[in-house]
């Protein structure tokens, strides 16, 4: 009888990472860089608005209300199907962008981009090593202070209930934190200084609520309860000493939200009035 490494499957209690939420203070400058240049697609149904935008990319979302732009430590990491097309894309929105952050790069098996705030992305071609994903956030990196990557991955685990492993490679050691079958929160060690936390977000889905829930409550970590489906917390703490190892916001929905995985519209960004094609105007991602 053949065997199966049955732990390969294993997605945990956090389901999906939904939504990276920065302030940006320029909503034309936004759809610029977002909407024309990388190709994603504005929300049409909620925030509509001025006030706020949100980003489609497959079934995951950026959220940019209008404030104070935050930058975030470390990068987020997206597949894209169309990367080889990504860069004319962005030559096409420079002058839109002048005087800004903004810039990339073509790098070995990615394309690096800073936003318009500074905000880093890095951009993957849709193959293999993501499975059937053709269009999302992969990945949320953050950088931790030297020897806190273990005591995350114990808070993940024993907390929040997502399998979580402390593995060293070439660019050192990091916790490698499971948030559903295809995307992973890494927090990686560094010596080098990490900047103030300055209030961006990650909004995640998870299937037993009450349980973290009470631990984080009891524990005095819970910064926000806002409604019967979702709570917030800012502070990852060691669970076996309560060592505050890290600061990010974190947006916690249960598998019951209404909102949990509502179907996203996508647009294929290669349509163009000039060449245009009929039946054509939809993308849909796989994954």
């Not at 065997?3 to 936004?30: C, K, S, W, Y």
């Not at 090593?129 to 956030?137: A, E, K, V």
Request: some cysteine; charged content about 25%; hydrophobic content about 35%.
């Amino acid at each position: 009888m053949q065997r199966f490494d049955r732990h390969r499957q294993d997605v945990g209690n956090v389901v999906f990472l939904e939504h990276v939420n920065v302030r940006v203070p320029d909503q034309r400058l936004a759809t610029a860089f977002y909407i024309q240049g990388l190709g994603f697609t504005r929300d049409p149904y909620i925030m509509v608005g001025v006030e706020n935008m949100w980003i489609n990319m497959g079934q995951t979302q950026f959220h940019l209300p209008t404030g104070e732009p935050n930058v975030m430590r470390g990068h987020v990491e997206i597949v894209v199907p169309d990367l080889e097309l990504m860069p004319a894309r962005l030559d096409a929105v420079r002058d839109h962008l002048k005087d800004t952050k903004f810039g990339y790069s073509v790098e070995d098996k990615y394309i690096a981009v800073t936003t318009p705030w500074g905000n880093r992305l890095r951009l993957f071609a849709a193959g293999p090593t993501f499975g059937d994903m053709t269009l999302g956030i992969t990945h949320v990196e953050i950088p931790v202070e030297a020897g806190r990557a273990a005591g995350i991955a114990r808070f993940y685990e024993k907390v929040l209930g997502a399998p979580a492993t402390v593995t060293p490679d070439a660019d050192g050691v990091a916790a490698h934190v499971k948030v559903s079958q295809r995307q992973e929160m890494v927090f990686r060690e560094t010596s080098k200084p990490i900047p103030a936390y300055d209030g961006y977000h990650v909004a995640v889905y998870i299937t037993n609520f009450s349980g973290p829930h009470e631990w984080l409550d009891k524990h005095g970590l819970v910064s926000e309860e806002s409604n019967e489906y979702q709570y917030r917390f800012n502070t990852i703490v060691d669970p076996d000493t309560r060592e505050p190892l890290c600061v990010i916001e974190h947006e916690v929905r249960c598998y019951t939200h209404p909102m949990f995985f509502r179907p996203l519209v996508n647009r294929n960004p290669v349509q163009r009035q000039a060449t245009y094609q009929r039946g054509r105007d939809a993308f849909y991602p796989a994954g």
